[in-house]
């Protein structure tokens, strides 16, 4: 904001102030983080005794080797990783046709069609916990990565319509024409001309989509039951509940769980901030 | 054209798959909630139909009250922490002119990206009444101020809220931050030859142009406070005792632990409908406050 301010002698010291501010929050907002890693690089007696907060005396690199030889992690990063993977692709896909077909292709019914999808943003997962859990029973999903991705998919969908809704309902007409001319049919020109023009978009939300199911809990902990099926948010409860003595492989645990949405969005920190304020604008 | 965009076949490959999804994991499980909270049922079977049974007994029960008003304990520590951090943050962020903009503004929002395990199990340990770091940090300051944060039946709620409050402050931060932006400069050029001072042209222009944008700030803190449920799951299961719990709790436990399927349904009706009421009371505020500046 360009507004500069009267500098006084008594206002300096309040920006200084609130400079001040800023950096202790910044603080409290990284300590944490910042804590856990240091924490997986320690052994029981340096977490709990003799140095909590400082730097490791050693690196202990063996907590990583052991978290990731010893335990299950391994196959909770591949779990997590293939459960994301395929609810990105599928709800990318999906709400991507459905989009088109609602706002360029003429039907009867199709508004209607449209809003029915669009009320999934209102409906919180908590609530569908037990029907859904029903329901991927009744599907025959339980014991697969199917028992996730599903639901996932599906809840994502709404506002992924939405969101290409937006960007479809704009375009000029003289694609599809073109295309038409052309010989191409209705699919071709779909994959062909109209995706490529939303690119951005599909950035945006395969992000946004990702860090959902990277971290998703409240329906995982209901659906999964199976060991080697379960996600790092579960994995490292588990961890809780069975290796309490090994506190340094449970901070390596949680370090490597913490690291690929940090990445993400350290890399792409203007798109999920993107991602978000839409969000906000469609759902207010 | 007409026949290309009118192509029956397309339509049902391209709707159907994303109606048949959506029907099965949401539409149905939402009308079902509302359908078998009327029923005695163990999760086996159909059940038998009991009336208002379910929700009679709901209303007599002291934990369904203890529910709500965690839930509304919730709602509000982590509603008045958020709005009010994500403001002053967002509007000093937002300051062209700040050195570290960048830094601050990752910083800010990296919580949000955590999966809320991994922050439960980190606000474990900063609790932990023997060796955490709250109770170490209030030692190594000299004051005798060690509580049992989690286990004590007063304190836990709020305990827990806060490590909400801190995880999702980002989150509002994100929203306010692109408001701000969204404001033309020149409406502070103007309000600073009229001669106002920075804080009066927040007050006077950003707060009212961002209207908007807290009302989707407030829809999420409230709603989100309504419907808590991980954090206590994780740190303290509804305890000690029953003190933490709220009404996607009481859901969970009396399905999935006590097999009440129909009565966890109730529960659950309740929270759909609590939080269409917030929606709405939330808009309609918003609604009759008048206009100030507009489009």
């Known amino acids: 904001m360009a507004i500069k301010k009267r500098t006084t002698k008594k206002f300096k010291l309040s920006e200084w102030l609130f400079k001040g501010f800023l950096w202790v929050y910044a603080f409290i907002s990284l300590y944490p983080l910042v804590w856990m890693v240091l924490y997986s690089f320690k052994n029981n007696e340096e977490i709990f005794v003799s140095n909590p907060y400082g730097l490791p005396k050693i690196f202990r690199f063996e907590n990583y080797v052991n978290a990731w030889s010893q335990y299950n992690v391994p196959q909770y990063f591949i779990n997590s990783l293939m459960v994301a993977v395929a609810t990105v692709f599928l709800t990318i896909v999906l709400s991507m046709m459905f989009a088109y077909a609602t706002s360029r292709m003429k039907w009867r019914g199709r508004n209607f069609v449209r809003t029915y999808v669009a009320i999934g943003m209102f409906i919180p997962v908590q609530a569908v916990l037990i029907p859904v859990t029903k329901m991927v029973q009744t599907l025959g999903l339980t014991g697969s990565h199917w028992a996730l991705i599903v639901p996932y998919t599906a809840f994502n969908l709404s506002f992924a319509t939405l969101i290409f809704y937006g960007f479809f309902v704009g375009l000029p007409i003289e694609l599809e024409e073109a295309a038409c001319i052309d010989g191409a049919n209705i699919f071709q020109t779909f994959f062909k001309v109209i995706v490529p023009t939303v690119t951005p978009a599909i950035a945006t939300l395969s992000i946004f989509t990702f860090l959902n199911s990277w971290n998703e809990f409240i329906l995982a902990n209901v659906l999964v039951l199976d060991q080697n099926l379960k996600t790092l948010p579960l994995g490292i409860l588990f961890f809780q509940g069975q290796f309490t003595t090994d506190w340094g492989a449970m901070g390596a645990t949680m370090v490597i769980a913490s690291l690929p949405t940090v990445l993400v969005y350290t890399l792409f920190s203007n798109q999920v901030e993107k991602a978000i304020t839409v969000s906000g604008a469609v759902k207010g | ?295």
């Open chain 2, 1 to 295: 054209m007409k026949k290309y965009f009118g192509n029956k076949m397309a339509i049902l490959v391209f709707t159907l798959p994303t109606l048949i999804l959506f029907t099965l994991l949401v539409f149905y499980p939402i009308v079902q909630v509302f359908y078998k909270s009327f029923f005695d049922w163990n999760g086996l079977g159909s059940g038998v139909f009991i009336g208002f049974d379910n929700f009679i007994r709901l209303f007599d029960d002291k934990l369904f009250f203890l529910s709500n008003k965690n839930g509304f304990i919730f709602a509000a520590v982590i509603t008045l922490f958020q709005l009010s951090m994500a403001t002053i943050l967002a509007l000093a962020v937002s300051n062209l002119k700040m050195k570290g903009r960048n830094f601050f503004r990752i910083a800010y929002f990296i919580p949000v990206v955590l999966s809320v395990t991994v922050v439960c199990q980190l606000w474990l340990s900063i609790y932990n009444s023997d060796y955490g770091l709250l109770n170490r940090f209030f030692e190594t300051l000299g004051l005798d101020f060690r509580q049992n944060w989690l286990t004590d039946r007063k304190s836990a709620i709020y305990a827990i809220a806060v490590v909400n409050a801190w995880q999702w402050m980002g989150y509002q931060f994100a929203l306010l931050l692109a408001g701000i932006k969204s404001i033309p400069n020149s409406y502070y050029e103007a309000a600073q030859i009229d001669g106002a001072t920075p804080v009066q042209a927040h007050m006077k222009i950003t707060m009212p142009l961002l209207s908007e944008t807290y009302k989707f700030c407030l829809l999420i803190s409230v709603t989100g406070g309504i419907k808590a449920f991980t954090e206590m799951f994780i740190m303290t299961s509804g305890g000690p005792g029953t003190s933490s719990y709220t009404l996607t709790y009481m859901m969970y436990s009396a399905a999935f632990r006590s097999n009440e399927f129909g009565y966890g349904l109730a529960a659950a009706s309740v929270l759909v409908l609590e939080c269409l009421m917030a929606i709405l009371v939330i808009n309609f505020i918003f609604k009759t406050e008048p206009e100030i500046g507009g489009e």
